[in-house]
């Protein structure tokens, strides 16, 4: 690996912290409602006041000797019942000179569930291999048992709402949908 002979492949199972002062940090964490937008630092938000909220590595990151680019989510409906599947299609080109393999990750998030929802869920993932320049087609198919959770009844539901879809190479690295449950 060291010279080139192979590309590596390998993912993060876990999400590496810039600093010490950040644990715990992890991609599923639960809405702070007072989310990080624009610079290092802003009054009434949730961050810190010398590093940045962004972890050093995210879950799912890896490297490779080449880079993977990643077209815009396309999904079979916008709205689905709770009978019907979402079928989730993305684009993945290899843009360097080298072949090599991508993890293609997929998560979810329940923008309304009746109890608080992670801001990520990984839900589904696919090895690929792709040749230098190469493009392939990446499909998921997300059913009512991907959207459900155990609510405060303890009850395993899947609940109308709406739900943000994220494919990408890690967690923080994504495109971006959304479709709703009726």
């Not at 876990?14 to 009054?43: D, M, S």
């Not at 979810?108 to 608080?116: A, E, K």
């Amino acid at each position: 690996m060291l010279f080139g002979d192979v590309n590596p492949s390998g993912k993060l199972s876990a999400t590496f912290p810039q600093n010490v002062g950040q644990v715990p940090i992890y991609y599923a964490h639960k809405n702070t409602g007072r989310p990080l937008r624009g610079p290092w630092f802003q009054k009434f938000q949730s961050n810190y006041l010398d590093v940045s909220n962004e972890p050093l590595y995210p879950f799912g990151f890896g490297l490779s000797y080449t880079q993977f680019g990643y077209d815009e989510i396309k999904l079979s409906a916008t709205e689905i019942a709770s009978s019907d599947s979402l079928q989730v299609s993305i684009k993945v080109t290899n843009q360097g000179k080298r072949d090599g393999s991508e993890v293609v990750q997929l998560y979810i998030r329940d923008l309304v569930g009746s109890v608080t929802r992670p801001v990520k869920e990984l839900k589904r993932f696919q090895k690929i291999n792709l040749k230098a320049g190469e493009t392939k087609m990446v499909s998921f198919t997300l059913g009512t048992k991907d959207l459900s959770f155990y609510n405060s009844d303890l009850k395993f539901v899947a609940e109308p709402g709406k739900f943000q879809v994220f494919v990408g190479g890690n967690s923080r690295d994504v495109k971006q949908a959304e479709f709703s449950l009726k």
